[in-house]
């Protein structure tokens, strides 16, 4: 795991939210849902990019389109795609960039990202907004896990053995960023899916 406090400065938090709200235009939040039993997410989500990571009572998988719109995916912006290559070193493109819209009482349980082929390619996350607390743990749903806070403009890499660790977010510091124009966080997490 890498934190990298504050990489990104406020006029280039505000430029990348223009680019998040013009692709939310295109392709609008939406309400998950949990496998088998269908309860709603506390998060809504959108994607961008080939492929959108969706979760409804047929379970978690990638998609090419909108489960409303039914439209795809509009393409992950330039700005991202040469800050993965700045940061994660990782010589093939993601595929997938998830926007979490997490409202002031919106958490999300530990869990780990494991829907990807591609488990050599390191995932990228991106906060947006209030703190977040943030919450890490093993490779093991049992280890023992630690919190701290995930800043607006703060990058997190999940990259080798912390690949595959549970984490999840525990609660928004609501106001504690003046980004958004309500309380509340948007978190990026970018990804690489299929194998190369």
């Known amino acids: 795991m890498q934190l990298l406090s ?15 709200r013009a692709i939310v235009a295109k392709a609008p939040l939406f309400t998950p849902t949990m496998p088998r039993w269908g309860k709603p997410f506390s998060v809504r989500m959108s994607n961008c990019g080939p492929l959108g990571w969706v979760s ?17 995916w509009p393409a992950i912006p330039d700005s991202l795609m040469v ?7 990782y010589s093939h493109s993601p595929q997938a960039c998830l926007i979490n819209y997490y409202s002031a009482d919106a ?10 082929k591609d488990m050599k390619a390191p995932i990228l996350s991106i906060s947006l907004g209030d703190d977040a607390r943030f919450r890490l743990g093993g490779t093991e749903r049992s280890a023992a896990t ?39 966080r948007i978190n990026l997490t970018i990804r690489r899916v299929t194998l190369p």
């Not at 409804?56 to 795809?72: A, F, I, L």
């Not at 958490?107 to 990807?116: A, F, I, N, P, Y």
């Not at 609660?171 to 958004?180: E, F, M, Q």
């Open 83 to 89: 800050l993965w290559d700045e940061v994660t070193g």
């Open 56 to 72: 409804d009572k047929s379970g978690y998988r990638y998609e090419e389109t909108h489960p409303v719109t039914g439209e795809p």
């Open 146 to 184: 630690k919190s701290f806070l995930l800043r607006s403009g703060d990058i997190l890499i999940l990259d080798g053995a912390d690949r595959m660790a549970y984490h999840g977010v525990d609660r928004i510091d609501a106001g504690t960023s003046a980004l958004l124009r309500e309380p509340g």
């Open 6 to 20: 504050g990489y990104l400065n406020h006029p280039q938090q505000t430029a990348l939210l223009e680019e998040i």
């Open 107 to 116: 958490k999300m349980g530990l869990h780990v990202d494991s829907d990807e």
